[in-house]
């Protein structure tokens, strides 16, 4: 997978789908039954709802103990820090599948609350899929990190901001609102890191 200094939006197929993962989502169990049978029906009810979607990009980076700098920025996290160190580049990157799930999921709010729980759980295990699924098409040809999103320790929420000047994550369907939190909901960015500076 070739990622390029600039904005390039991929799309990919739909990742396996774990069961197991979306009941723990869910804080359910399997149970041979009406758990089990509510749970195929929305997986059939949200795979048509479904785009895979990622807009990324590759930075030339400089760690130090007190964050992470390109060319015109710095991220002061010592965690993001410590998770990049030794990788002269990165690959920022924002992902989707999409707003119409987060329509569905309202309507069945209001009408169907057990099918609601266990659609957002399918939302959250398919962007992780999707996550997952880019992930592993970089270590395919570079040697990464694991991801590490703005939010989680002492990475500021509100580098929010710059992702989505950096990116431009409009481009897939993607918007940020005042607390935050990003619009479709099941969406995540992160950054992964690349312990070589061949292009990839």
Known sequence: MQISMQNQVLTFDAPPVD?????????ARADGGAVDALLTACLEE?????TYRVVCRRLDITV??????????????RQLAE???????????????????????????????????????????????????????????????????PGYGDLPL????????????????LALQDSMLMTPSKSVTAFVGLKTGDTI
């Open 46 to 50: 949200a795979a048509p709802l479904l």
């Open 83 to 149: 998770r990049l160190t030794d990788c002269p580049q990165a690959v920022l990157f924002a992902a989707t599948v999409g707003l119409p799930l987060d329509r569905l999921i309202a309507r069945y709010q209001r009408t169907d609350p057990p099918r609601a729980l266990l659609l957002n759980a399918v939302g959250a295990e398919r962007v992780e899929a999707l996550c997952d699924a880019f992930c592993a098409a970089l270590a395919a040809d570079a040697a990464c990190t694991q991801r590490f999103s």
């Open 19 to 27: 069961r197991r993962e979306i009941l723990r989502y869910a804080r």
């Open 64 to 77: 130090t103990p007190a964050g992470v700098g390109t060319a015109a920025l710095f991220f002061a996290s």
């Open 158 to 173: 509100e580098t929010q901001q710059t992702v989505f000047q950096l990116l431009d994550c409009k481009r897939i369907g």
